[in-house]
């Protein structure tokens, strides 16, 4: 799944009574093509949903899409919360045919891109509805053999993941929510600085331009609800979506640029673990004084590539490494003057976990 759009199957039967009928689905579901006999009588319901579907048939370019409007609620024992979404399902042509009408209309105010499900919602109102939690932004991971454009994909999978589970607790009312979909969002930017030397700034133009819109409709003192159903917003993630789903930037790559986005993305990790580790330390070798907090950002972009790089190493090893830096970039925006010599000694003394000049 990438942004909300993903491909599943789906089957759908009715039933005479809001009661479970296994014997209703086609053979092809069930292994063997045979329902396991003891399986009906073992099925509990964990949650329904309840809602109204009003549909319409679209034809956009050749291309034919359901669009589907479901108001409703999930409901899963004492808990329940509204539905109220719109869904595209593309029956027939090219995908882009559905990022087409999505752009269409986001560019109205009162539609935001969304990645919970129903059955999601229903899964967490059944396990007991608890509060989501932040979630940290992980150590990328690829597969062994992953091109650099791979690891690009992988990357800003991982960065749009984060913003929409973020702005979905923002408009929840988490505490500190907010502060985590800027932080994907420049996770977004510095993934697209990080790949530079593969991509050419002009092929993320348009999609750097929106960033800067929504990250400033977002940093003001507006509320979570005008912030993530604005346009600017809505259109922004779309954007990175569409990006990522028919690889915009290819269309601005020479063969000699293919070629080398085809390379390793090991060898292209290791090479840039090594020179942004030589950028921190260059920046804190000595104390700043009152001049830390200039070095904010520089720390920051540094962070999150590691984390896009240290996938390839023993996840324990690169966390500790990256939590030192992670530690003296918390103690520069509180001010703790103390905490941060002592980070900063710390992490100015780090020794390498990834191959490095022939000696790993």
Known sequence: MTGGLHQRPEFNVAL??????????PTEVWPGGKLPAELASQVQPLFSTDFFREKWLVDVDGSRIE?????GEVKAGEFAEPICELELELLSGDTRAVLKLANQLVSQTGLRQGSLSKAARGYHLAQGNALRELKPTRILKVPAKASIEQGLEAALELALSQWQYHEELWVRGVKGAKAEVLAAMGLVRHILMLFGGNVPRKASAHLRDLLTQSEAIIASDVSAISAVYSTQTAMAKLALTEWLVTKGWQPFLDAKAQGKIADSFKRF??????????????????????????QLPRLTRNIDSMLMLAGYYDENVASEWIATWQGLRRAIAANQYIEIEHFRNEAIALEPFWLHSGKR
Not at 67 to 71: G, H, I, Q, R, T
């Open 16 to 25: 005479d009574a809001p009661e479970l009928d296994l014997a209703l689905f």
């Open 67 to 71: 669009m589907a409007l479901d108001v």
């Open 269 to 294: 990790s290791d090479t840039h673990l090594s020179r942004h580790a030589a950028e921190l330390k260059t920046a804190f070798a000595q104390p700043l004084g009152d001049q830390y907090a200039d």
